[in-house]
């Protein structure tokens, strides 16, 4: 389905949804009071669950703007989320206005704010596809109907892998899709992690277990594995806050502890 054919949809109220949760986090309105539940339930565990969301936000944005002004022309957005201002398609065509840009989401709340998503350059395209993540094939048919793959692609999955399990084929669905890129493609990435304060992260994950859902943080070597056979854009895979700061948008947030994200942008040869 794209966001050019606009049914009705239905949405399941009953489960806390992550894209809405991070709405919430981001102090959006698109989210029901079983995800401001969980979030809450979840600040309890950490009172920064904002600024992860913040700081995850603003990797995006200098992510995006990096590729743009190094040449990608083209965007797949994976697990995209509720729109919020500036998204990934305005800071591109910002700085490329013909850059083209799919979006992905399988959350139907997602699908009835897709008009927000393809507000295009006049120069550019973007477009949306309902689906999930773990059918790589199906997304990229329908991305291949607004994108040349045989052209450069930057794939972002951001904040997403985290909602996979090893059992469930995290690392198998990374290699799929980008097995399926040209040469020059790019592999963008943000990830939660353990690594600060695994008793808390386990609570975490069994919170969202108890709800039918999976969080599954992993280690910075763990995120760095899924770039393998690609090449790591300086500063490697480092905390999302630390990713190019000097690309703009560094988030403020109190306290010395590190905000528990890794991120990272690696080329493929």
């Known amino acids: 389905m794209t966001g050019q054919e606009y049914h009705a949809v239905e949405i399941d109220t009953s489960k806390p949804h992550p894209a809405r949760m991070y709405d919430w986090f981001l102090g959006g309105k698109d989210n029901y009071p079983v995800d401001e539940q969980m979030a809450r339930q979840l600040l309890a565990l950490d009172s920064r669950g904002r600024d992860m969301a913040r700081v995850n936000r603003a990797f995006m944005h200098r992510a995006t703007r990096w590729l743009a002004e190094n040449g990608v022309r083209q965007f797949l957005d994976i697990g995209s989320g509720i729109p919020t201002e500036p998204n990934l398609h305005q800071i591109a065509q910002q700085a490329a206005p013909d850059a083209r840009v799919v979006y992905c989401d399988n959350d139907p709340i997602v699908l009835a704010h897709a008009a927000a998503l393809l507000r295009s ?6 477009e949306y596809i309902q689906a999930d993540a773990r059918h790589p094939e199906t997304i990229l048919e329908a991305a291949g109907k607004v994108l040349d793959l045989t052209r450069p692609v930057a794939l972002s999955l951001l ?8 059992e469930d084929g995290a690392a198998e669905l990374v290699d799929r899709l980008v097995e399926q890129l040209p040469s020059g493609s790019y592999l963008v990435l943000s990830h939660t992690t353990g690594d600060f304060d695994p008793e808390g992260a386990a609570q975490a994950r069994a919170m969202y277990r108890a709800r039918g859902m999976t969080l599954r943080p992993r280690s910075r070597a763990e995120l760095t594995a899924f770039f393998h056979g690609l090449e790591l854009v300086e500063p490697g895979v480092s905390l999302s806050a630390d ?27």
Not at 159 to 166: P, V
């Open 121 to 126: 350059a006049p120069e550019g395209a973007t």
């Open 159 to 166: 904040a997403l892998l985290h909602f996979l399990d090893d």
């Open 243 to 269: 990713w190019r700061p000097e690309l703009g948008e560094v988030i403020d947030v109190p306290g010395d502890e590190p905000i528990p994200g890794y991120a990272g942008v690696a080329r493929k040869p």
